[in-house]
């Protein structure tokens, strides 16, 4: 089975202070993601990676930056966190499926639990 | 960016059918077109993915009309479990063309 682990499922910080979130992939995934997730709003894309040290910007990277130094290893990096990036953050991986025939390759992204992050 | 529209929620019985459409009216030739479900506390977890056609598997089937501009999610004899928020995901594999949206709220009745 797929695994994603999250290094928190809860944390607590306060404004101003650096976090890092990590998360661990152990399928060898080429694709991994970052996303919030905020009660009416959805999913949001964050980052978003491809490769070690590649990486693409999502819908709201403001405020965030990443880091991609190993395969399975991708973090999200408040450089100084603020009380509206309070949030559910989950991160995926998926493999690059080739394009689809008549019946598709799968391309799922599989979910880490998330990390509740509270910013005081 | 192809972007989705669902309904915000529904409700349906136990033991009925349930039919969840999603609109993508500018969905790309090589997106796939991804349904999820997500129980709170937990991450999103893939129920099913199609092109064209129809699809279908253990828990669901997805129908896509020959336009790709909808998608209709089909869930059959839903119990009580299956109360949760279910996603449609439209986007290609590679890039950062993803766009899961607000989701339907699925609550099923006894």
């Known amino acids: 089975d797929v695994k994603v682990t999250q290094s928190s499922r809860y944390l607590v910080k306060r404004t101003g202070e650096k976090v890092f979130l990590e998360c661990v992939q152990d399928?060898?995934?080429?694709?991994m993601f970052w996303y919030r997730q905020d009660p009416g709003l959805g999913l949001r894309l964050i980052y978003f990676?491809?490769?070690?040290?590649?990486?693409e910007k999502g819908d709201i990277p403001e405020g965030y930056s990443v880091s991609r130094e190993k395969k399975e290893r991708f973090s999200l990096i408040l450089e100084s966190a603020s009380t509206n990036q309070t949030s559910m953050y989950l991160c995926?991986?998926?493999?690059?499926?080739?394009?689809?025939?008549?019946?598709?390759?799968?391309?799922?992204?599989?979910f880490g639990p998330g990390t509740r992050l509270t910013v005081t | 960016l192809a972007k989705t529209t669902q309904p915000i929620s529904m409700d349906s019985y136990e033991g009925q059918e349930v039919n969840i459409t999603c609109s993508h009216n500018n969905i790309a030739t090589n997106d796939y077109i991804t349904w999820y479900q997500q129980f709170p506390s937990q991450g999103p977890r893939f129920i099913i993915q199609g092109y064209k056609t129809k699809v279908t598997n253990e828990v669901a089937s997805l129908f896509i009309p020959a336009d790709r501009k909808s998608s209709t999610l089909s869930l059959p004899r839903v119990s009580l479990s299956d109360t949760a928020v279910y996603y449609c995901l439209v986007g290609a594999n590679t890039g950062n063309q993803f766009y899961f949206g607000t989701g339907t709220s699925l609550t099923v009745i006894p």
């Open positions: 995926a991986s998926s493999f690059v499926a080739d394009f689809p025939s008549s019946t598709s390759d799968s391309s799922e992204q599989y």
């Open positions: 399928m060898d995934h080429e694709n």
């Open positions: 990676s491809y490769d070690v040290k590649m990486k």
